[in-house]
């Protein structure tokens, strides 16, 4: 079984950045199509990318442009670089495989963005 543990979120400024990332306590290769997935508050979870194993990358509409994705199945990590913030994206953000597998929720990693 699969363990996630997501990290790299915290407070930052309109129009800043940050890094998530998402260690896996087990092999991802095997994994066809890792995502980063968020929840706001009073709203329900989203996806808002994901990344395949031969690097095929899709985004939510509402981050195109200003998140990217990638992944290293060597370290068993995928990655969320996330620019240009708005407190629109401020939730709590998540990583899964796709579809996502219920047992493989963690806790996930806050991000406020507010200044």
């Known amino acids: 079984q699969v363990q996630l543990v997501e990290s790299g979120g915290g407070l930052v400024q309109p129009g800043g950045s940050l890094r998530l990332s998402c260690v896996a306590s087990?092999?991802?290769?095997?994994?066809?199509?890792m995502g980063w997935y968020r929840q706001a508050p009073g709203k329900q979870r989203e996806q808002v990318a994901f990344?395949?194993?031969?690097?095929?990358?899709n985004f939510a509409d509402s981050v195109k442009g200003r998140f990217t994705i990638s992944r290293d199945n060597g370290k068993n990590t995928v990655y969320l670089q996330m620019n240009s913030l708005r407190p629109g994206d401020t939730a709590v953000y998540y990583c899964?495989?796709?579809?996502?597998?219920?047992?493989?929720w963690g806790t996930g990693t806050l991000v406020t963005v507010d200044s």
């Open positions: 087990g092999s991802i290769s095997r994994i066809y199509a």
């Open positions: 899964n495989a796709v579809p996502p597998r219920m047992d493989y």
């Open positions: 990344i395949t194993n031969s690097g095929v990358r």
